[in-house]
T-cell receptor, first 116, second 116 residues
Framework: AQTVTQSQPEMSVQEAETVTLSCTYD???????LFWYKQPPSRQMILVIR??????QNATENRFSVNFQKAAKSFSLKISDSQLGDTAMYFC?????????????FGKGTHLIIQP | KAGVTQTPRYLIKTRGQQVTLSCSPI?????VSWYQQTPGQGLQFLFE???????NKGNFPGRFSGRQFSNSRSEMNVSTLELGDSALYLC???????????????FGPGTRLTVT
């Protein structure tokens, strides 16, 4: 079984600041994917960024980037130039790519509030 | 390309009744996964279907079941509803099955089920 831990239940930053959300995971598998999802008040789950575990290069999508530390099983999300629309719950998730996978395993989430 | 759609969006049922939720994946996606989201337990994996076959199943009682049709549309059924089944049920689609080198999952808007 795999576990995902997000240690920050809530964070608040000013608009335009940079914020980093933490995530650690535990898995015995070698092949897996990591994701960050955003869930705004509308409850629509939106994929923010993905990382394949076999890739050493950190993924980047516009203002969003990750710091993937495979040995430490850490997968943090950095949001640069934060905007009011970034206010949402952010979930870190892990997915095995081998047989017998159990779907996405999610962390408990971090509620990010961007203040004007 | 249209996103994942779920119907109905809101549902109110009474304890003991049964309910069927529907999910239409993104065109071309053959894998459909279902998740339950509650304030207490967070996001939990229910099951995944690929090519009309259940590939993976989470730790939920047999009252929770599902199926997938030849056009990849999926339904999930909950029988003998309990108060604790009140939740947001999310459906996600992906190109391939999580048991076969899976990839990112795209979520629908969810069905909010309230059991009274």
């Amino acid at each position: 079984a795999q576990t995902v831990t997000q240690s920050q239940p809530e964070m608040s930053v000013q608009e335009a600041e940079t914020v980093t959300l933490s995530c650690t995971y535990d898995t015995s598998e070698n092949n897996y994917y990591l994701f960050w999802y955003k869930q705004p008040p509308s409850r629509q789950m939106i994929l923010v960024i993905r990382q394949e575990a076999y890739k050493q290069q950190n993924a980047t999508e516009n203002r969003f980037s990750v710091n993937f530390q495979k040995a430490a099983k850490s997968f943090s999300l950095k949001i640069s130039d934060s905007q009011l629309g970034d206010t949402a719950m952010y979930f870190c998730a892990c997915l095995h790519s081998g047989g017998g996978a159990d779907g996405l395993t999610f962390g408990k989430g971090t509620h990010l509030i961007i203040q004007p | 390309k249209a996103g994942v759609t779920q119907t109905p969006r809101y549902l109110i049922k009474t304890r003991g009744q049964q309910v069927t939720l529907s999910c239409s994946p993104i065109s071309g996606h053959r894998s459909v996964s279902w998740y339950q989201q509650t304030p207490g337990q967070g996001l939990q994996f229910l099951f995944e279907y690929f090519s009309e076959t259940q590939r993976n199943k989470g730790n939920f009682p047999g009252r929770f079941s599902g199926r997938q049709f030849s056009n990849s549309r999926s339904e999930m059924n909950v029988s003998t509803l309990e108060l604790g089944d009140s939740a947001l049920y999310l459906c996600a689609s992906s190109l391939v099955s999580s048991g076969r080198g899976s990839y990112e999952q795209y979520f629908g808007p969810g069905t909010r089920l309230t059991v009274t």
